[in-house]
């Protein structure tokens, strides 16, 4: 019998450590957990059923305005009127790079109702996540706000928060950082 080679046994300890990485995001459970402070349009913080530590969440799929943008204040507000309180059903997908827990939420005394990030594309509070050239899974209802004019929209000219980001920085007290002006 041959000896497995170099090569092969690299390519099968790969393959095994891509699969113990990827098992703890397919074990992944949703949660039940009551919203404490929502702090901008994607992003509020969690307690989850049981009394576990609380849970900084960034909600997938879109991108709201910074709190210092122009809209920025009225898509937090938004949300807050919307969940402040409010028992959510978090679908966990696993940390992004800042350790918040990336997630789609949905109102758990409304089951079947469609996601937040949905609803706040829909009113015209975020733009839909793009990446690697796709529009994202809100496209449908950001093209609706766009012609509609509605939230964000009716403004002139709204600049994207990964663009805002990149010209002024990091909001800081309300403020732009210190790229801004």
């Not at 690697?132 to 939230?151: F, K, T, W």
């Amino acid at each position: 019998m041959r000896s497995t080679g170099p090569f092969l046994r690299r390519s099968l300890l790969s393959a095994c450590l891509a699969l113990a990485a990827a098992l703890p995001l397919a074990a992944r459970a949703d949660f039940d957990a009551t919203v404490v402070t929502v702090s901008d349009g994607d992003s509020l913080r969690v307690q989850p059923a049981g009394n576990g530590p609380q849970v900084v969440i960034r909600l997938l799929g879109l991108d709201a305005p910074e709190i210092c943008q122009a809209h920025g204040r009225e898509a937090r507000d938004a949300l807050r009127a919307k969940v402040q309180g409010q028992v959510v059903r978090v679908h966990d997908k696993g940390p992004d790079a800042y350790q918040r827990l990336l997630a789609g939420i949905t109102l758990a005394a409304e089951p079947g109702t469609p996601d937040l990030g949905a609803w706040l594309v829909r009113q015209g509070h975020a733009w839909s996540w793009r990446s690697h050239g796709s529009l994202g899974p809100y496209a449908i209802e950001e093209a609706d706000d766009r012609e509609q004019r509605r939230g964000l929209w009716a403004g002139k000219k709204p600049m994207q928060p990964s663009a805002f980001r990149h010209a002024f920085g990091p909001c800081h007290e309300g403020r732009p950082g210190k790229r801004g002006a």
